[in-house]
């Protein structure tokens, strides 16, 4: 019977529409460092709103489900022990504000979603949750935050710390700052609490709204919700870790959750792990969407991929890329030879990515294999292909691994993104991967189909509600 079921899940979700995000970052490179220097690349201007605008517009036309905006709070200092590579490459350095450009990016499309990456170790929960309630608002209930607790140590020294918190609190921390911004979100205003009614001069009715009152070991809130209730209350909440500790907590909080790796079987357990963690948590395996981080080269033949990927690759800068790796992994790569295999070390970065480079990788990875614009360097599905081959790849990597979708590495830009939209994603429709419209309703009803645009009743933060 278990083998049965198992069967049934695996052909309903070969069916299944595959979903894509325009996975971006506002600093002129994010994860392959020197495309910025591409003749025909625009990122160096993520300083204006029509760089935005023009992505968010093309990546409607192609029926993402949203803009993912990615950040790092701090620098990356680990590589040398300095920030030079990292300044002279612009390895995700100069770094804007994500969440400023949104409104603008809402404002010229009607669809898309957005996810924004915000890092709770250096918010408070009260302020917090009055701005993503009103950025809910601004999009018309498009609204995602991409949950991090941070892992730089020059963030820390940043914010006036001397480091930053060990890699299992960073959880616990978090657990006490969603546990209060769920309470703003959810429980401070009542269904009816805005009136609106200028024959009576009442705006809003005192006896539908509830303070809030939160003692938790990180956080303290007595309160109310300073901004009305958003069309989703709680923002689409997106999750990325990866480790032991970030799966049980994806698997509890997250409705969208980032995976990386090498190879459909690092990917295929991670997605596992996850979907058993929501069960655990009392939630469906179906409550979380798993998007998968992959790099597309595509041209109309295949002959014009591999040369587009050949000149692509002559831009990746490798000394920014080394810089990027070190940062995420806490391991100074300048000290390592270029040859040396990588070797595992608990550090208080991103445990995920040390592992998949070391214990889960099959043969020896190298700094060299880092910097090439390869799978390994990417560090997920690397496809080049004429539109049938990347169709081919994607729909294969989706159905061995149980992932619903993918994040498109920022490559050249707007030509990349383009390119999928205006090739991959026609052919994907007509093998019927791809959705040819979109659904009505906030982000949360566009991503799962015959929900309403509140947390599910499974969901930790549903507790909270007041009707």
């Not at 803009?67 to 490459?89: E, K, Q």
């Amino acid at each position: 019977m278990i083998f049965l079921r198992h069967i049934r899940r695996r052909i309903a979700h070969m069916s299944r529409h595959i979903h894509f995000n325009a996975f971006h970052m506002n600093a002129p490179a994010h994860s392959w460092a020197g495309f910025w220097r591409h003749p025909r690349d625009r990122s160096t201007e993520h300083n204006t709103l029509a760089y935005w605008v023009d992505l968010a517009q093309t990546a409607e036309r192609g029926l993402f489900d949203g803009v993912f905006l990615a950040d790092v709070f701090g620098i990356y200092d680990v590589y040398g022990g300095n920030t030079d590579a990292t300044h002279h490459s612009a390895a995700q350095s100069p770094s804007h504000d994500p969440m400023l450009t949104v409104p603008a990016m809402a404002y010229a499309t009607k669809h898309l979603g957005f996810g924004v990456t915000a890092n709770l170790t250096y918010e408070h929960p009260y302020q917090f949750a009055r701005r993503f309630s009103t950025l809910d608002h601004l999009t018309g209930g498009r609204a995602g935050w991409n949950v991090v607790t941070g892992y730089l140590e020059s963030a820390a020294r940043g914010m006036g710390l001397d480091t930053a918190r060990e890699h299992d609190e960073r959880y616990a921390a978090g657990e006490d700052f969603l546990e209060a911004v769920y309470k703003l979100w959810e429980g401070s205003w009542a269904d009816g609490a805005v009136v609106r009614d200028r024959r009576t001069g009442q705006y809003t009715d005192p006896s539908r709204i509830r303070r809030v009152r939160h003692e938790g070991p990180y956080y303290r809130v007595d309160g109310f919700n300073l901004a009305d209730p958003s069309p989703q209350r709680t923002p689409v909440l997106y999750q990325a870790g990866a480790s032991g500790r970030g799966k049980a907590f994806a698997g509890k909080h997250a409705e969208c959750v980032f995976l990386e790796g090498q190879t459909p079987a690092i990917v295929a357990q991670a997605a596992r792990d996850i979907r058993q963690h929501a069960l655990d948590a009392g939630r469906a395996a179906d409550d979380i969407l798993l998007y998968l981080g992959a790099t597309v080269v595509v041209a109309r033949t295949s002959k014009e991929a591999r040369e587009l990927h050949a000149e692509y690759a002559e831009y990746v800068d490798v000394l920014g890329q080394l810089t990027l790796v070190s940062g995420w992994t806490g391991i100074d790569f300048a000290a390592l030879g270029i040859d040396e295999p990588i070797r595992y070390v608990k550090s208080n970065a991103l445990q995920s990515t040390v592992e998949n480079l070391t214990k889960r990788a099959g043969r020896p990875i190298t700094p060299r294999d880092m910097t090439r614009f390869d799978q390994i360097g990417g560090r997920g599905p690397f496809i080049v292909g004429d539109p049938r081959e990347v169709a081919d790849q994607l729909i294969a990597w989706a159905d061995e691994t149980g992932v619903d979708g993918f994040n498109l590495r920022r490559l050249v830009m707007p030509e990349s993104l383009q390119s999928f939209v205006d090739l991959v994603v026609p052919e994907l429709q007509s093998r019927g991967r791809y959705r040819t419209e979109y659904a009505e309703g906030t982000l949360r009803e566009k991503l799962f189909a015959g929900r309403g645009p509140r947390l599910n009743e499974t969901h930790p933060g549903a507790r909270h509600r007041v009707l």
